[in-house]
């Protein structure tokens, strides 16, 4: 695609919707089961716990979706919360919120599909010993999805949201409805018991705090990637900040409604689920091996008639694919605040590059190689990862909030308005609010998760921070380094330009070499041969005399058999004895056509040339010379990833008609 279609990837709110809101709307499918797996520690006595800690999640998803509705008011240029924390309060600080959101993205793509194989496990539990293998290859598939660019990942992931999203709400419905006329949904496994651990079923006081506040935490992943659309505000459609909002605004109502409908339906239908199936007495099968049923199932099970039913598989179906396509909030999210990051000079200057399908390519693949080796790493395992997860989100949450209030403080210090006054007040009120509120989650989520593993999430945060700053202190000083203080002084002219052509043998490579050399008419030039075989060393030269050659041919010796140190001593010491004129190397090469040619020719070269581009006041020229073998790069069917970026002729018809080398 070429740049000038840029315009044509904006989405409207019907794409916008499943392309930044998949991860929030996803999230209530193991949210709920979150609650559950913590509360069971202490059997069935602490369930009665649920309903106000969903209330919590709740009121918290409106607090943050109110305050980030301002964010996408107030910055509507994408940065989200980097941008907001970055103006208000400081670049280090707007680099906290960047290093803890890039790795809250990885863990967006690893729990949300490792969420995605526990489903599809649930209605098929012959695949249990492939969730690794099952976890990567979703990641890959992702990947190569949002490499093809936004508006086309967006079409694909449109229908599996709002599938999703009408299977939830025909499910809570039908169970609802069933409730109300007598015949509550019984799931399968009300009937069985549930062993506390260690004695936790006496807890009270601070104790059963603590549970309480850690089973909040673990809710709270339902808020997970809310910030996205604050981020992506670039891709809307006209009036960008408006449909974001709007797009916001129904993301929170939609993802409320069915978290509250599955919290509701899992306590009425007694759903008994933990962290260790042992705890259950009654359980079928092995313990140790066999996988439980997700809540979702459970409840899908209960309601539609068993799990032999067509709506239980669909349920299943619908919910794994939306939570394998909810990383795809992060596979927009990350690179794009990545390419931002690129632009401000904290990450490499790659990831501001689009590809060829308009996507940040380096970005995707980037998200895609980190989250996959996670997966590997935690065996795909959602309740070993979950516990590193949203302690970034709310970070930067708790940060931007902050920011939002310097910055309305700004401008109702300049604003003399009276109704944008009001408006600035009523939004400085909301995010102080939202500030205070995630900032206790924080707090909670800090002391109930770091010990189970948020710690690496925290280290990998300071990780990136401290990298980031390192790429912007390399860049500044790249920068400092290259001004142009003098154009005069910098722009003057060697002295003379000596010519120095490698020759190893005679051939026609050495021949064209000498003429491009001769071409570029250096002041003087020679040519210069390694004695490393004397017997081929005395050919070169009989036939460098006998084809009489008007270049003159220099003949370094080399007791050790080295080709690398004798040309750069003698370079070095030409510039030592001529620091004010310049040299030119010529260095013939091959260009082939596979791979492993590679590893049969220029070694000899490349290492030269690595060695003498360290050298100042030297040049080094590459002379090309095209084997038969490298005319396939010529094949208009032989298109390389990328080609078209890179501008490979035969990436583009306009050129594929161009002649192959001279001698192909």
């Not at 990637?225 to 605004?249: D, H, Q």
Request: glycine share 8%; with cysteine.
């Amino acid at each position: 695609m070429r740049s000038e279609e840029l315009g044509e990837t904006l989405l409207p709110k019907r794409l916008a919707l499943p392309i930044f809101a998949s991860d929030p709307l996803s999230s209530v499918a193991y949210a709920t089961q979150e609650i559950l797996l913590v509360l069971t520690v202490g059997g069935t006595a602490f369930l009665y716990l649920t309903p106000w800690v969903a209330a919590g999640v709740v009121a918290l998803m409106a607090v943050v979706v109110m305050s980030y509705r301002q964010v996408v008011h107030a910055y509507p240029s994408g940065g989200g919360s980097y941008e907001v924390v970055s103006r208000n309060l400081g670049a280090n600080s707007g680099l906290v919120v960047a290093a803890s959101l890039l790795v809250d993205y990885v863990m967006t793509v690893a729990v949300s599909v490792a969420s995605g194989v526990d489903n599809i496990i649930s209605a098929l539990p012959s695949l249990a010993d492939y969730r690794v293998e099952l976890a990567v290859g979703f990641v890959v598939l992702l990947a190569a999805m949002n490499l093809r660019g936004v508006r086309e990942s967006g079409k694909a992931f449109a229908a599996p949201t709002y599938l999703f999203i009408g299977g939830i709400v025909l499910m809570v419905v039908t169970g609802l409805v069933k409730a109300a006329f007598g015949h509550t949904p019984v799931a399968a496994s009300a009937s069985y018991g549930v062993l506390p651990v260690d004695g936790k079923d006496t807890l009270a006081g601070l104790g059963l705090l603590m549970l309480g506040l850690r089973a909040f935490a673990s809710g709270c992943t339902a808020l997970t990637g809310v910030e996205a659309i604050s981020n992506g505000v670039p891709a809307f459609r006209a009036p960008k900040s408006k449909n974001a909002a709007a797009t916001m605004a129904v993301m929170g109502t939609t993802a409320v409604v069915m978290f509250v409908g599955i919290t509701a339906l899992a306590l009425m239908s007694k759903v008994h689920i933990t962290d260790d199936a042992c705890q259950l007495t009654g359980f079928p099968g092995d313990c140790h091996t066999a996988p439980q049923q997700t809540v979702i199932a459970q409840l899908a099970a209960a309601i539609f008639g068993g799990d032999q039913s067509f709506l239980f598989y669909f349920i299943q179906a619908v919910t794994a694919l939306v939570l394998i396509l909810a990383a795809n909030t992060a596979f927009n999210g990350f690179p794009l605040l990545a390419s931002i990051l690129a632009e401000h000079r904290y990450l490499p200057r790659q990831m501001h590059t689009r590809g060829d399908r308009l996507a940040f390519s380096n970005g995707i693949i980037a998200l895609a190689v980190v989250a996959g080796g996670l997966l590997w790493l935690y065996d795909a395992d959602v309740t070993s990862l979950i516990h590193l997860y949203i302690l970034g989100v709310f970070t930067s949450f708790t940060l931007s909030q902050i920011g939002m209030v310097k910055h309305w403080n700004r401008v109702l210090g300049t604003e003399t308005d009276p109704a944008v006054r009001g408006s600035a007040q009523r939004s400085r009120v909301i995010n102080a609010f939202g500030a205070v509120t995630t900032a206790l989650v924080l707090v909670i989520v800090l002391l109930t998760k770091f010990t189970q593993g948020a710690w690496l999430a925290v280290v990998a945060a300071a990780v990136l921070w401290v990298m980031m700053r390192g790429i912007r202190r390399h860049y500044d000083s790249v920068a400092e380094e290259l001004a142009v203080d003098d154009p005069n002084a910098e722009s003057v002219r060697p002295s003379n330009v000596h010519g120095i052509v490698l020759v190893s043998k005679l051939h026609k490579p050495t021949l064209r070499a000498l003429g491009y050399a001769q071409a570029f008419r250096p002041d003087s030039l020679e040519a210069l041969t390694v004695a490393v075989e004397n017997d081929a060393t005395q050919e070169l030269e009989r036939q460098w005399e006998e084809l009489d050659v008007q270049v003159p041919l220099k003949v370094l010796a080399s007791p050790y058999r080295e080709i690398t140190k004798p040309v750069v001593q003698y370079v070095r010491e030409y510039r030592r004895s001529s620091p004010r004129d310049a040299v030119a190397v010529f260095i013939p090469e091959y260009v082939v056509g596979h791979w492993w040619e590679h590893l049969l020719h220029n070694q000899s070269a490349l290492w030269l040339k690595s060695r003498l581009l360290f050298t100042s006041g030297v040049m080094v020229i590459s002379v090309p010379w095209q084997l038969t073998s490298s005319s396939k790069a010529y094949h208009p069917s032989r298109r390389a990833p990328g080609a078209v970026r890179r501008g490979e002729p035969a990436a583009r018809s306009e050129y594929e008609k161009l002649p192959a080398p001279e001698n192909a």
